[in-house]
């Protein structure tokens, strides 16, 4: 059996988990990405790992972004 520290057990029996990032978007699929981090309200993140049936890894993300000034409305569509 591998010994590790306390801090490490703490941190990973906890439910949840604040991640900091950075949110990039090539919203036109030309290999230019933008950077939304400003507009970032929230990040979750889903990792689950199954074993021992290869480590087949299953990831899932939501991204919240503001759109208080219209940003991601497309043009036309405002009232």
Same mark, same amino acid.
């Given at each position: 059996?591998?010994?590790?520290?306390?801090?490490?057990?703490?941190?990973?029996e906890?439910s949840?988990?604040?991640?900091?990032?950075?949110v990039?978007? $090539?919203?036109? /699929?030309?290999?230019t990405?933008l950077?939304e981090?400003?507009y970032? #309200?929230v990040?979750?993140?889903?990792?689950?790992l199954?074993?021992?049936?290869?480590g087949?890894?299953?990831?899932?993300? $939501?991204?919240? /972004?503001?759109n208080?000034?219209d940003r991601?409305?497309?043009?036309? #569509?405002t009232v």
């Amino acid at each position: 059996m591998i010994g590790v520290s306390e801090a490490f057990t703490i941190a990973t029996e906890k439910s949840s988990r604040k991640v900091v990032g950075k949110v990039e978007v $090539d919203w036109d /699929l030309d290999g230019t990405f933008l950077d939304e981090s400003d507009y970032t #309200s929230v990040i979750e993140i889903e990792r689950k790992l199954n074993e021992p049936f290869g480590g087949i890894s299953i990831s899932l993300a $939501d991204v919240v /972004l503001l759109n208080n000034t219209d940003r991601y409305t497309p043009p036309g #569509s405002t009232v």
